[in-house]
């Protein structure tokens, strides 16, 4: 159990072009879910947090309007890189808190996703 | 302020020589503390959640502990497929997860 997906594993794209990331929690549902990014040999930075059905919070220093999160349903969140450029090209990975209806797992633990290499030339 | 803090940052193990990472942590009011493990171009995979003083966790070769003021993870008689970064992170003040650096670790055959 507690299996999360991202779609695509790795992309590249051009400078100025969008990418769009997805995230879904396979066997549970998911009121909350989380977007980081990686850098080499540096552990996870917190970018933004998304609730179902509102807007998505986003960390100090975060551009909400370069990185679009929609946390569309409570299996199912997306990240889209707007107008992409190389300083983008990263490691993002998301995580799925299980909500508290019913679940078998521990809802205060974030099962992470497999993450997503982008490469933006 | 919350802090985590991970020791040591690296660490090279022959198979099956045992050894302990350790996590300290300073947080107000611990709500959980989280250890994954991950592989190189992948995402943390949970081992486990251990929330007050004293408790223990165990899965396979990995035993995790927890004082008041910071966590053991026990490796015991490693194997080389146990090569991985370890991750320890707390629920900060804020409800979000705060990591440490990890430790990477190399088991040799």
């Known amino acids: 159990g507690a299996v999360v997906s991202q779609h695509p594993s790795w992309v590249i794209c051009k400078s100025g072009t969008s990418v769009k990331i997805e995230c879904r929690s396979l066997?549970?549902?998911?009121?909350?879910m989380f977007w980081y990014r990686q850098f080499p040999k540096q552990s996870l930075m917190l970018m933004a947090t998304s609730n179902e059905g509102s807007k998505a919070t986003y960390e100090q220093g975060v551009e909400k309007d370069k990185f679009l999160i929609n946390h569309a349903s409570l299996t199912l969140s997306t990240l889209t890189v707007t107008s992409a450029h190389p300083e983008d090209s990263s490691f993002y990975i998301c995580?799925?808190?299980?909500?508290?209806?019913?679940?078998?797992?521990?809802?205060?633990?974030?099962?992470f996703g497999p993450g997503t290499r982008l490469t933006v030339l | 302020e919350d802090q985590v803090t991970q020791s040591p940052e690296a660490l090279r193990l022959q198979e099956g020589e045992s050894s302990s990472l350790n996590c300290s942590y300073t947080?107000?009011?611990?709500?959980?503390l989280f250890w994954y493990r991950q592989d190189p171009g992948k995402g943390p995979e949970f081992l486990f959640t251990?929330?007050?003083a004293g408790e223990e966790k165990e899965k396979e070769r990995l035993k995790a502990t927890l004082t008041k003021k910071e966590s053991f993870l026990h490796i015991t008689a490693p194997k080389p497929e146990d090569s991985a970064t370890y991750l320890c992170a707390v629920h900060d003040s804020w409800g979000k997860l705060q990591f440490g650096a990890g430790t990477q670790v190399v088991v040799t055959p």
């Open positions: 947080v107000s009011g611990l709500r959980g």
């Open positions: 995580s799925a808190l299980p909500g508290t209806s019913g679940s078998r797992l521990d809802t205060d633990t974030q099962y």
């Open positions: 066997d549970f549902q998911a009121t909350t």
């Open positions: 251990l929330y007050s």
